[in-house]
């Protein structure tokens, strides 16, 4: 019976692997016949009433909506009007004129830029624009992508203001705050070690250190330290964007003070055309204008500023959406929220850079239109998330899995990249595998923010090799058709990170319980 519930509890996630990967289904399609799956099972099977069924499909659908699809929206909005009024371009030129040695540029522009793009926008932006700005600087469009998605895996958790992260401590009521704390924690060897392994990536083996192993230290611990402050003392939302500022700032500073450009090796040496143009420190921050504003605005609203925070908290409305029984309150935060106030932000922004409202209001549709079939994604996925919650799917699973006992902590990030794989998002992987990781940590007595955050830590790896990630990379260069190729030169490094990722969540459960968290 129990490997009965565990296998009939795992069929939503089992039909997502099986349409995704081998039927080439659409996410919004495999999403549907997940969640189908699920209402279908929950009734028929795990006894939940018609009633609370629907009603906790509603409830997916209402927290879906808001806070992640707003943020999402939001985001890609912010991005997409940067990019008609040409802010991307000028933010491109300013990276670029930094250093003409490509170990260098692949971190700037793959690491740190790409971070923070994640950060504020996720969804794909983080690989297609840094890749894109690669190769049209000279580089192997393939290899451009490889780095690009090795870059991409750490900031995942904490991308699109830090929506996975966000929902699962919201979905599992846990401290935004220690999970985010947690996260960061858990992603820390990953994160030391990425621009070292992009740099072996592009200088073909560990000889192209040379002479730049203090940068690569410097770009490491000036994203790592600064998330991780942020994420203990702000939350998940602000954590990735200020690693990668900071990582950004410390990395041209370094750079500028190591290097000297007239003595890079030639074997690295890359050919920049000089812009004829200068670079005016009033066109960049025109430029960076949306980006400092929602920055600044999301600091100021978080808990750093108490009495802001709290203010705007009080518009907010509480309603029970599930009829189920041990269902909790649905939260709306009306003001307060990411999406919202980056949506203003974004708005002022655009001002700033000249555009017209009806310049914005053409950005906003045609996001709307790109995002339609995201929206309909995270729909499903919420919805199935719910149900399988308040059925008892999870615990079946869960039942399964804390048979591992204490040595299940080795095995959990791979919950979290097979999420992410699959679906190719990370809050899909957070939404699907949260409750399950909880509960089995709940099961074997493990600490619950350090299992949890190891879905996390699967997900960066997930993210690295998930097809959708691959796709979008290779439109960006123009090689659309050779996912096979890429896939199979990822697929190394995604496998290191994962022997890494299990290493660090098996081990580091015994270091993180000194916390006493």
Request: hydrophobic share 55%.
């Amino acid at each position: 019976m129990l490997l009965i519930n565990f296998i009939l509890g795992l069929l939503p996630i089992i039909w997502l692997v099986i349409s995704l990967c081998a039927l080439k289904w659409p996410g919004y399609k495999a999403s549907l016949g997940a969640m189908l799956i699920a209402v279908i099972e929950a009734i028929a099977y795990f006894g939940l009433s018609t009633i609370d069924t629907l009603t906790s499909v509603l409830e997916g659908f209402a927290f879906a909506l808001w806070p992640i699809v707003i943020v999402i929206i939001a985001a890609v909005f912010t991005y997409n009007l940067c990019l008609s009024t040409g802010s991307i371009e000028r933010i491109k030129q300013l990276l670029t004129s930094v250093t003409s040695d490509k170990r260098l540029l692949v971190i700037l522009i793959g690491w740190c830029f790409g971070g923070f793009m994640e950060g504020m926008a996720g969804f794909g932006t983080a690989v297609a624009i840094p890749a894109s700005m690669l190769w049209g600087l000279g580089f192997n469009p393939i290899t451009a992508c490889l780095v690009c998605l090795i870059a991409n895996a750490t900031p995942t958790p904490f991308g699109s203001i830090g929506i996975p992260t966000v929902t699962l401590a919201t979905n599992l009521g846990l401290s935004n705050n220690l999970i985010s704390f947690a996260t960061t924690c858990i992603l820390g060897i990953l994160i030391m070690i990425t621009p070292f392994v992009m740099v072996m990536v592009i200088g073909k083996g560990i000889k192209a250190f040379k002479g730049i192993v203090p940068i690569l230290l410097i770009s490491g611990l000036s994203f790592l330290l600064p998330e991780m402050l942020i994420a203990y003392f702000v939350g998940a939302e602000l954590a990735c964007v200020a690693g990668s500022v900071c990582s950004l700032a410390c990395t041209i500073i370094a750079s500028i003070k190591f290097v000297d450009n007239e003595k890079i090796d030639p074997e690295y040496k890359i050919e920049i055309k000089k812009k004829s143009e200068h670079i005016e420190l009033g066109d960049t921050l025109k430029a960076l204008s949306p980006f400092i504003l929602i920055f600044v605005v999301l600091l100021c609203t978080s808990n750093l500023v108490k009495p802001v925070n709290s203010f705007l908290g009080q518009f907010a409305t509480s309603i029970k959406i599930s009829t189920f029984k041990d269902a909790a309150n649905t939260n709306f935060t009306w003001i307060n929220t990411p999406g919202v106030l980056i949506f203003l932000c974004a708005i002022i922004g655009g001002f700033i850079q000249g555009a017209t409202l009806e310049d914005m209001k053409n950005v906003f549709i045609a996001t709307i239109k790109q995002m339609a079939f995201t929206i309909l994604t995270m729909l499903f996925i919420l919805a199935t998330a719910r149900v399988m919650q308040y059925s008892g799917m999870i615990s079946a699973v869960a039942a399964v899995f804390s048979v591992f006992g204490p040595v299940y902590p080795f095995f959990a990030p791979l919950l979290g990249a097979l999420g992410t794989f699959v679906t190719g998002s990370g809050t899909s992987s957070s939404a699907l595998f949260g409750s399950v990781q909880l509960s089995t940590a709940q099961s074997i007595g493990a600490n619950p923010y350090w299992l949890v955050a190891a879905n996390s830590l699967g997900v960066a790896t997930g993210k690295m090799m998930a097809p959708q990630s691959i796709a979008i990379g290779l439109v960006a260069v123009n090689e659309t058709g050779k996912d096979g190729v890429l896939l199979k030169r990822v697929v190394p490094y995604a496998l290191l990170f994962i022997i890494i990722s299990a290493l660090v969540c098996f081990f580091g459960q015994y270091v993180w319980g000194l916390f006493g968290i």
